[in-house]
Structure formats: C-alpha cells, structure tokens
T-cell receptor, first 115, second 110 residues
C-alpha cells in the first residue's frame, strides 16, 4: 500500500530538548516536504526536497532542519524546540518530473507540544 | 500561483450532491486546479485535478468554466464521511509546492 509514515504521532517535550520527527515513503517519490498546521494560519510549508541531498526552505523554516540522505526518508529536526513550535506537522511526498503533476500523499500527522 | 476564493462553510444533506465552488479569476494558462480535503486533523487527501476539461474519478467530478476563472467540485452522493475541509489550489505545471488557503468546511448531515 502506498503510504507516507510519520513517527511519532504524538509528542510532548520540553523547551530546548532536541527532537527528530521521522518521515518515510514507499513510493520512490523524488519530492518530499514538511508542513505545519496551526489554527487560523492553515498549512504552511517548512522545508522541501526535490531529491536526495537537495533541500530548500519553504515559508516558515526558522527553527527547523531537514536532511535527505536517502530517497525514502526525510526527517524533520528541531535542534532546540520552543513553545511556538507547538503544532500539527505533516510530511508529504509526490512524484516530481518537472513536466507533469502527480498527487501529493500526506502522512497522518505528528502532534507536537513543547512545554 | 493564482489566488483562490472559497466559501468558508457549506452544508449538505446526506445522499445529496455537494457542489463546492472555487473562484480563481487570475489563473494563468499553465496553472492546474487541484482539490484536496482534510478530515479532522488527518493528513490532506488528494481528490482530483484538471487543466481545462471537466474531470471525473471515483471520488468526485471537477467542472471548470470555459474561461477557467472558476470551478466546482461535485461529490455526487455525499456521505457523513465526506465531512471535511476542502481546499481548492491552483498550481503551475511541474511546480510541486502546494499552497493551502483556508478552504471550505463541508458539513454533511443526516
């Protein structure tokens, strides 16, 4: 079954304690991205990657890092989490051909609370 | 990408057709219209997309006006499980970032 898997689904952590949210897809997609969703602000893109070792900032990258060492994995790293990073996070993947569009598949989300 | 305008909320009776409108008056010739939905804090789910022709799949139909300035997503027989926020997104071909607006909250009632 085609899917994007995020872990953990729920996480409560303390300010300043480094954490990683993992994302893995089984569709051999080149393009992967991270979004955060906050009430009243909707879904906003944090980072994206067009292929292995190629990453770029989205609309709200401050306080986040990503890496793309393998095609299937795209972890989101919070080096020093702060309460304003409390949010619902989604990972997504899609086929990137440069000339045609395919649907984006989203993970089930990670609800992060930073206290 | 062109901006889209959707009503904030709509109601529909179970079993009836749900017609969700979207205005995209500044759409350009190489931009597609995409529809996604999000069921209560789950990950967004792709529904359908089109360029200028009407499209149909197992989930829905997409009607795009001839001038491409607006479109309508049709769920032919809405069920309670179709209650969700529906997002209309305009996106350039080959450019993979999705920019989500506020969408339309569709409430399907018994």
């Amino acid at each position: 079954e085609a899917q994007v898997t995020q872990n953990p689904r729920y996480l409560i952590t303390v300010t300043g304690k480094k954490l990683t949210v993992t994302c893995s897809q089984n569709m051999n997609h080149e393009y992967m991205s991270w979004y955060r969703q906050d009430p009243g602000l909707g879904l906003r893109q944090i980072y994206y990657s067009m292929n292995v070792e190629v990453t770029d900032k989205g609309d709200v990258p401050e306080g986040y890092k990503v890496s793309r060492k393998e095609k299937r994995n795209f972890p989101l790293i919070l080096e020093s989490p702060s309460p304003n990073q409390t949010s619902l996070y989604f990972c997504a993947s899609s086929q990137y051909t440069g000339g045609s569009n395919t649907e984006a598949f989203f993970g089930q989300g990670t609800r992060l609370t930073v206290v | 990408d062109a901006k889209t305008t959707q009503p904030p909320s709509m109601d529909c009776a179970e079993g009836r057709a749900a017609n969700l409108p979207c205005n995209h008056s500044t759409i350009s010739g190489n931009e597609y219209v995409y529809w996604y939905r999000q069921i209560h804090s789950q990950g967004p789910q792709y529904i359908i997309h089109g360029l200028k022709n009407n499209e149909t799949n197992e989930m829905a139909s997409l009607i795009i006006t001839e001038d491409r300035k607006s479109s309508t997503l049709i769920l032919p027989h809405a069920t309670l499980r179709d209650t969700a926020v529906y997002y209309c997104i305009v996106r350039v071909s080959g450019y993979s970032t999705l920019t989500f607006g506020k969408g339309t909250m569709l409430l399907v009632s018994p």
